[in-house]
């Protein structure tokens, strides 16, 4: 029976169900008894004709929200025998809304680039259409919908294999799982083409490159290079210390990476990295350690690493990345004596595979080998021992790091001849856009690397900017991609 609340003029209606049990407390948002009693008697007549989903529609959202809809959207629905186009509006909404929504809890970038990679390719009108500005989101559940979205971005985008698994296949596994259940979604993920390429790098660091290319960098690069080399963060969490995440004390940090559940953890520090944090918040005014933007920090970063020649015109394949000081923190991990269980707590790696990859790195002896030589009865006798050449060492370098490099007014160095040569500090816009994405190439410079990686992606490897700086440049000076077979957008 409809009653009104105290604090309410319109009359209210709760039922019990059977199979269901007592509904929420719903508003008829009337005044008038007879017509929220027709309200109460459609809830009746709906749940008998097996349409429990638009009964859980109404269930509030959380406290103080309403449901996916109220009472009298239902009940108008009833009334004019539109119950089923009820329904396919809340289970299939228009694919761009229900994307753009979820797309706004996510932390992860490439995830969120996957999701505007998705609506540029189906539903916007300067994209291809592959859907309709109309689509609804069932769109999204064939499997050859999804292939084609993903095909389309290699071979007319242009876009790296990975990439394409790493943003719009990554958003997609994840938004299914959130739409369908884990069930469903795996069904119609198993029929899609996961894009996947080995793209693994071996590029990493040895003591006397760290040391030129911080050398090259100015003050808050520099501790930013030695904080990333000694604990192996990757930039983006590393850009985001804040104060709260540094104990001091205990000598840690809390890492709020949030690429996936184990990359969030807690580091144990060395003195270097605790000292580096310990200046950048005595220098810094704001609560996290870095003032940089990204756009700042990777041009400065093209810029020192040209100076300490770790570029491809220098043997390094592909030029040295950021991400590469990652591996380099994973290979000395290794090579001073540290664990894959450890590395892979250090790291935050949620598969041990990750991790193994680093193994072949392990202390540069031979002690384990003649073990296990010795296990199997296979030991060199002293006699013919001495015939064989002295064991080389690893190359060493110095053991402690100049005091300069933690001095605020010290400018960047070349530290290549006898001399060092003091460097010039680039400028930083302190407001506005930020922070040199494009600065320091030319057309001729997009022109050179488009030729010689033959793609949008290997150019932007080759230059270390974001892909989507590559194609605006190729649009806008007219670069013809070879994987395209011409400029993009044409």
């Not at 309403?66 to 108008?76: A, K, N, Q, S, V």
């Not at 698994?165 to 739409?179: V, W």
């Not at 899609?192 to 090259?216: F, K, Q």
């Amino acid at each position: 029976m409809p009653f009104k609340a105290s604090n309410s003029p319109y009359y209210k209606v709760e039922i019990t169900l059977p199979g269901y049990g007592k509904t929420p407390r719903l508003s008829a948002k009337t005044k008038r008894k007879a017509l929220a009693r027709k309200m109460e008697d459609a809830l009746r007549y709906i749940w008998d004709d097996g349409r429990r989903d638009l009964i859980e529609a109404l269930e509030p959202r959380g406290k103080g929200q309403g449901g996916r809809i109220d009472l009298p959207t239902l009940y108008h629905a009833w009334r004019q025998d539109a119950l089923q186009s009820l329904e396919r509006r809340l289970n299939d909404p228009p694919l761009a809304d229900a994307v753009r929504q979820y797309a706004r809890t996510l932390d992860y970038n490439n995830h969120r680039r996957g999701a505007r990679h998705v609506l540029r390719m189906a539903t916007e009108p300067s994209g291809p259409l592959l859907a309709g500005e109309q689509a609804r989101l069932s769109w999204l559940y064939d499997p050859a919908h999804l292939d084609q979205l993903l095909q389309y971005m290699i071979h007319e985008d242009g876009y790296a294999v990975n990439t394409v698994r790493n943003e719009p296949y990554g958003f997609l596994s994840k938004f299914l799982r959130h739409r369908l259940g884990e069930a469903d979604a795996h069904q119609i993920l198993a029929e899609v083409d996961r894009p996947n390429e080995d793209d693994r790098r071996e590029v990493w660091l040895t003591p006397d490159d760290v040391r030129r290319v911080v050398s090259a960098s100015e003050w808050e690069v520099r501790m930013f290079l030695v904080l990333t080399t000694s604990t192996g963060i990757d930039k983006t969490p590393a850009l985001r210390i804040e104060r709260r995440d540094v104990d001091f004390d205990k000598w840690t940090l809390f890492v709020r990476d949030t690429k996936t559940k184990s990359r969030t953890r807690s580091l144990q520090l060395a003195p270097v990295a605790l000292f580096a944090l310990q200046l950048l918040f005595k220098h810094n005014s704001g609560d996290t350690a870095f003032d940089l933007r990204k756009g700042q920090l990777d041009y400065r970063w093209r810029k020192a690493r040209r100076i300490a020649g770790l570029t491809p015109e220098d043997g390094f394949e592909d030029g040295v990345r950021l991400k590469d000081l990652r591996h380099t923190f994973a290979v000395h991990y290794m090579k001073g004596g540290g664990s894959i269980a450890g590395l892979q707590g250090r790291l935050g790696h949620s598969r041990g595979a990750q991790s193994m990859m680093y193994a072949r790195h392990e202390v540069e002896e031979t002690t384990d080998m003649e073990e296990a030589a010795k296990s199997m009865g296979l030991t060199l006798p002293d006699a013919l021992r001495e015939e064989l050449p002295d064991r080389s060492s690893p190359e060493q370098t110095e053991n402690s790091i100049p005091a300069w490099w933690f001095d605020p007014d010290e400018p960047p160095r070349r530290i290549d001849g006898e001399e060092d040569e003091t460097l010039s500090v680039p400028a930083r816009k302190s407001e506005g856009k930020g922070g040199g994405g494009r600065r320091g190439f030319s057309p001729d410079d997009y022109r050179r690397a488009v030729e010689k990686e033959g793609s949008i992606a290997g150019a932007a490897r080759r230059l270390d900017v974001n892909e989507s700086t590559v194609r605006e440049q190729c649009i806008r000076h007219e670069i013809e991609v070879p994987t395209i077979g011409g400029v993009p957008g044409e």
